[in-house]
């Protein structure tokens, strides 16, 4: 897609757009697990049929890209970033990695990297995104990647794992000055 990088690389990740024959490794790596899944507006996927559907619809959806996380020693894939363009100016983004590699900064990584590819595009002004009040983890990662914390945006979204409520969720950017 035209406005978004063909791909990404970082120290230990290549980040390249999903592609539908990852559907079985996305399934078994981090989308049917429920420690992933609180925080987010979806539910784990019971089945594959249900992953090759959401890689399909990641693939279809306009200014939108969805990137895997693809170990460089390994080649596993260990989680996705998607970035989204819902304007000429701005970049939104979402992420989700696998358990079994969280604590190594390796999210930290991949937003770092798409964080660097914005700012070397002077058309765009904004990179910035929201999570769930209660997701430390998250907003650490958005924190230690540089984004500004900006406030608090009340009952913003819902988090069916945490009820039907919708949540406070915070919002962190980067901005040009
Ligand atoms: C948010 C997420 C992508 C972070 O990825 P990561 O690569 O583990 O991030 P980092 O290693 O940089 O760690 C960030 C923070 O996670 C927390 N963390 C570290 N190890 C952890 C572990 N084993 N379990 C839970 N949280 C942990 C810490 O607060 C850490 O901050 P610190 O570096 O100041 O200690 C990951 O936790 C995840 O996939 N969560 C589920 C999906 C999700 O919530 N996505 C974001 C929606 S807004």
Same mark, same amino acid.
């Given at each position: 897609?035209? %406005?978004?990088?063909?791909?990404?690389?970082?120290?230990?990740?290549h980040?390249?757009?999903?592609?539908?024959?990852d559907a079985a &490794?996305?399934? @078994?790596?981090?989308?049917r697990?429920p420690?992933?899944?609180?925080?987010l507006?979806?539910a784990?996927?019971? #089945?594959?049929a249900?992953?090759? &559907?959401?890689v399909a #619809?990641?693939i279809?959806t306009? *200014?939108? /890209?969805t990137?895997?996380?693809?170990d460089?020693?390994? %080649?596993?894939?260990?989680?996705?970033?998607d970035l989204?363009?819902?304007?000429?100016?701005?970049?939104?983004?979402g992420?989700?990695?696998?358990p079994s590699?969280?604590?190594?900064?390796?999210?930290?990584?991949?937003?770092r990297?798409?964080?660097a590819?914005? $700012? &070397? $595009?002077?058309?765009?002004?904004?990179?910035?995104d929201?999570c #769930?009040?209660d997701? *430390?983890a998250?907003?650490?990662?958005?924190?230690k990647?540089g984004?500004?914390r900006e406030?608090v945006? /009340?009952r913003w979204a819902? *988090?069916? &794992?945490?009820g039907?409520a919708? /949540?406070?969720?915070?919002?962190? @950017?980067?901005?040009?000055?």
């Open positions: 897609m035209p %406005g978004l990088p063909a791909q990404l690389d970082t120290p230990r990740l980040l390249r757009p999903i592609r539908p024959d &490794a996305v399934f @078994a790596s981090w989308v697990d420690r992933v899944t609180r925080f507006t979806w784990p996927h019971p #089945d594959l249900t992953t090759r &559907a959401y #619809d990641r279809a306009p *200014h939108s /890209r990137y895997v996380l693809q460089r020693r390994g %080649g596993g894939l260990l989680g996705a970033i989204r363009r819902p304007a000429p100016h701005r970049i939104g983004f992420y989700a990695l696998a590699a969280w604590g190594n900064g390796l999210m930290t990584e991949a937003l990297a798409a964080l590819w914005v $700012q &070397a $595009q002077p058309d765009l002004w904004r990179m910035g929201l #769930d009040a997701n *430390h998250s907003a650490r990662v958005m924190e990647v984004l500004r406030g945006l /009340r819902v *988090h069916p &794992a945490l039907p919708p /949540r406070d969720c915070i919002s962190f @950017a980067w901005a040009r000055d």
